[in-house]
């Protein structure tokens, strides 16, 4: 459909007066612009907070060139004509506003070009005016940049809080958009080369692994769609497993007919779905998309497009409740009992617990006798962080408490896995078994101490700062051992009461849940491991929670990867309690078993 002008009886209809708030504000309407436009990729660059600049890159149907310019009129829309459209909207635009708003309180230039025409056109757009139109060539798509927003506005300037707080809602935007539309690739890269994508497949857990990390995913319960529902709303997604639980509702997000709209009665719902599952205050992490015929529900109620009403808000109500339920009930995971001896996680998490305290009950130090059936195993940090990373670590700092001489450990090939749990290799001198875990805990302890001895532990920063709620234990360990925590690279702040902030954590635990992370190091800090200083205290829980398990199937570069960094170490044949990483058969044993000698 053409951009045309509303006429002014439709105008009118419209709950106008959309003001551009917050930088977050110009994003989401720059990315539903994309989105309308049918885009499958979609890369934003966001800068300063989006003050300096948000520029959106969409591969969708473009703006022919001779309308690039009404595009820029208030009013102006593709996506509407008659008011009778108004009562069932499709499109997550349809007011025509948000480029002429984004445009009266920046400096925008936008390049464009439709399915169909030889060139492009780009324009440039000055506080409200047009500075400059002009031919040029450009990819099928839209790239639109807007800078220095709200430059001449100060009164606006003064409700936007810090670069990182404005910088977090636009990622909440955008990663919000990317569990509506998994076919979409997104693609946000933000200051300092921070960057999150979502793989586009379509498939929803996927999204979800990209937002809230491949652990979280894997744990969340499919919401089906209640097939003999026809023409009425359904509800369909992913819902938390209930011990996965959060402190706040967050983590619930709504999307009706694919658009993300906030909705407290829809939140009761899921509230009440949970009832008997989750423990009181605790909320779940959850994906619902509502289905619903477009003239059932008003997406024109308020000015931000994030409110909308129902006709017939009950049958919306029974629908999410009803498919969260069917959720918990059909695969809610019956709590694992377990022989005596472990830890006391395995027990329903109080009301107090972590955000997924008792899911991944990792047991510290106990040690794998099943292979492979461990649900507590937690992600490995490994192959991934880069091996290079870790290997620069400076080893000859290590370690500066008894030199113990580096017993030398000879060029090892391997040659493969027994039990998915010793890597068998080859030596000069006869056959060599690594006990993966133990050689694993080894590289990590010594890597973590270097690294807080060279005072540049290597964080990775969080998309989503976590909030962590401890007990007060761990809390006075906080209080006391800050700076041992700090030092293996958590970027924890106090949140009131016994809650953390968690900003970023050790790059080195890789994909694991950060809130589960930092609870569960807490907890090995706290029960010590048998070590003295808390350095040392501090570097066996990482050791511990993040080294690869016993049980885990390993590749050949991912085995020859841990046998390399094992020979950079200082104390190579031992794990961090002495007990042997590896066991060697010589030549000559292994003649005299066979009798050859
Ligand atoms: P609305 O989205 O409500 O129609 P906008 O001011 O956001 O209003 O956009 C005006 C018009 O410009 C849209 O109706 C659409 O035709 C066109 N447009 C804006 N952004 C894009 C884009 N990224 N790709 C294609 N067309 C776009
Ligand atoms: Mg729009």
């Known amino acids: 459909m053409p951009i045309r002008l509303l006429r002014p009886d439709v105008a009118s209809k419209i709950a106008a007066g959309e003001v551009i708030e917050r930088p977050a504000s110009a994003a989401k309407e720059l990315v539903e612009n994309a989105l309308d436009a049918g885009a499958t990729r979609i890369s934003i660059e966001v800068r300063g907070g989006g003050v300096e600049l948000i520029r959106v890159s969409d591969n969708g149907s473009g703006i022919p060139a001779d309308q690039v310019e009404l595009a820029f009129e208030r009013f102006a829309t593709s996506k509407v004509t008659r008011a009778e459209d108004l009562d069932s909207i499709t499109t997550l635009g349809f007011r025509g506003e948000a480029l002429p708003s984004i445009a009266a309180v920046s400096r925008v230039t936008l390049s464009t070009r439709a399915e169909g025409e030889e060139v492009g056109a780009r324009i440039d757009v000055r506080d ?6 002009e031919a040029a060539g450009a990819p099928i798509g839209t790239t639109i940049s807007v800078s220095g927003l709200f430059r001449n506005f100060p009164a606006r300037q003064k409700f936007l809080r810090s670069v990182r707080s404005e910088t977090s809602r636009i990622q909440t935007v955008v990663t919000r958009y990317a569990l509506a539309y998994p076919e979409v690739a997104f693609e946000l890269e933000l200051d300092r080369g921070k960057r999150f994508a979502s793989p586009g ?147 329903p998490p109080p009301a107090t617990s972590t955000s997924s305290s008792g899911f991944w009950p990792a047991p510290p130090f106990v040690r794998q006798d099943s292979p492979g059936i461990d649900p507590s195993s937690p992600p490995i940090g490994w192959p991934d962080p880069p091996v290079v990373e870790q290997s620069e670590a400076p080893v000859s700092d290590v370690a500066p408490a008894p030199v113990v001489p580096k017993n030398a450990l000879p060029v090892l090939r391997v040659l493969g896995q027994v039990q998915s749990t010793y890597i068998v290799a080859e030596g000069p001198d006869g056959m060599y078994l690594i006990d993966q875990h133990a050689a694993h805990e080894r590289v990590m302890f010594e890597q973590v101490k ?70 569960d190091i807490l907890e090995l800090m706290a029960e010590g491991g048998g070590f003295e200083s808390w350095e040392e205290r501090a570097a066996y829980s990482i050791a511990c929670h993040a080294a690869i398990r016993a049980g885990k199937t390993l590749v050949h570069e991912e085995m020859a990867g841990l046998i390399r960094r094992l020979e950079a170490c200082v104390q190579p044949n031992t794990c961090p309690h002495g007990r042997p990483t590896m066991i060697h058969m010589s030549s000559g044993q292994l003649e005299r078993e066979f009798g050859r000698r």
């Open 201 to 347: 497949t379509g498939d929803l857990r996927e999204a979800v692994a990209a937002v809230y990390g491949l652990k979280t995913a894997e744990a969340m319960l499919e919401m089906a769609p209640d097939e003999d529902d026809a023409g009425q709303p359904v509800a369909w997604g992913l819902a938390g497993s209930p011990s996965m639980s959060r402190a706040n509702r967050s983590y619930v997000s709504f999307f009706v007919n694919r658009r993300w709209i906030q909705n407290r009665a829809l939140g009761f719902a899921v509230d009440q779905a949970y009832h008997g599952f989750m423990a009181e205050r605790r909320f779940p992490l959850a994906v619902i998309n509502v289905a619903v015929s477009p003239d059932e529900v008003d997406v024109n109620a308020h000015p931000s497009k994030t409110e909308v009403r129902f006709r017939q808000e009950g049958q919306i109500f029974a629908a999410v409740q009803q498919a969260v339920r069917r959720a918990l009930i059909d695969f809610a995971p019956v709590p694992e009992v377990r022989g005596v001896g472990h830890s006391p996680s395995h027990a």
């Open 128 to 133: 409200g005016a047009v500075n400059r139109l």
């Open 450 to 519: 270097a690294e807080a001895v060279s005072g540049e532990p290597n964080v990775q920063t969080l998309l989503e700062p976590v909030v962590v709620e401890v007990n007060p234990e761990l809390r006075d360990l906080v209080d006391t051992q800050g700076a041992a925590v700090a030092a293996l690279g958590f970027l924890a702040e106090p949140f009131g009461g016994d809650a953390y902030l968690v900003r970023g954590v050790p790059v080195l635990l890789g994909s694991a849940d950060p809130a589960q992370a930092f609870v």
